[in-house]
């Protein structure tokens, strides 16, 4: 073999492996969780065999799905929003403050901060779509508004229990059920994923948001409320 060949051949290898760049990285993932056990050594096995781990990151990563199905909505209209971040912290604030410093019950509780979550969406969309303003930087602002929400609720600090016991919906959120098997997060990751799919996939609502975010000029042309939706 000629030194050109070899060195095209050389060439061509690198660049394969550089595509694939992501693929190699899972697969040494894999091969570290299938080999090494978890943080708790109760097993011989690696920590991909066993449920704990699943459990735990199901656990830990089912806030970020919750989030991931409204950015979903967002990303099919064609949109972007920058203060979802933001806006969990404000409201995690102001869920805070309400079952902790104010006492309230939580069938208050919850759905006030469900309210201030969904206003906070509502004033991003009236921005965009009555003065025309790019979502980017809509949402951008919103997000910094949100930031500050959230230090003006807290008063500039965390908001803890002190002497006084944490109100029991704390514990109640954060618990297992079926043997500590499932996280009380995970399931309402999981009926998060539920109802997406059936409003975007059963719904009239679903198919104006994909006909907007598809070619928003056509689907008003088709008789679709495109600033509502």
Not at 71 to 99: E, K, N, P, R
Not at 110 to 118: D, N, R
Not at 168 to 187: D, G, K, Y
Request: aromatic share 8%; glycine share 10%; hydrophobic share 55%.
């Amino acid at each position: 073999m000629e030194r050109s060949e070899f060195l095209v051949n050389i060439s061509s290898a690198v660049k394969t492996v550089a595509r694939n760049r992501g693929l190699w990285a899972l697969v040494a993932v894999l091969i570290v969780g299938a080999v090494f056990p978890g943080l708790s050594g109760r097993s011989r096995l690696g920590a991909f065999f066993t449920w704990d781990y699943h459990r735990d990151m199901l656990r830990y990563y089912s806030i970020h799905g919750i989030l991931a199905c409204g950015m979903t909505v967002v990303i099919l209209a064609a949109g972007i929003d920058l203060s979802v971040g933001s806006v969990l912290g404000m409201t995690g604030m102001l869920f805070a403050h309400l079952m902790i410093n104010l006492r309230l019950s939580p069938l208050l509780g919850i759905p006030v901060t469900l309210l201030g979550g969904t206003a906070a969406g509502l004033l991003s969309g009236a921005v965009i779509t009555r003065f025309k303003i790019q979502p980017f930087v809509a949402t951008l602002a919103m997000m910094v508004s949100a930031r500050g929400l959230a230090k003006f609720i807290g008063g500039g600090r965390k908001i803890q229990a002190g002497t006084q016991p944490l109100p029991p919906i704390f514990e109640q959120i954060s618990s297992q059920i079926l043997n500590n098997n499932v996280a009380i997060v995970t399931i309402i990751f999981l009926l998060s994923v539920a109802v997406f799919w059936i409003i975007l996939n059963r719904t009239r609502f679903g198919r104006h948001l994909l006909a907007v975010g598809g070619n928003e000029e056509a689907a008003r042309l088709s008789g679709v409320r495109v600033n509502l939706v």
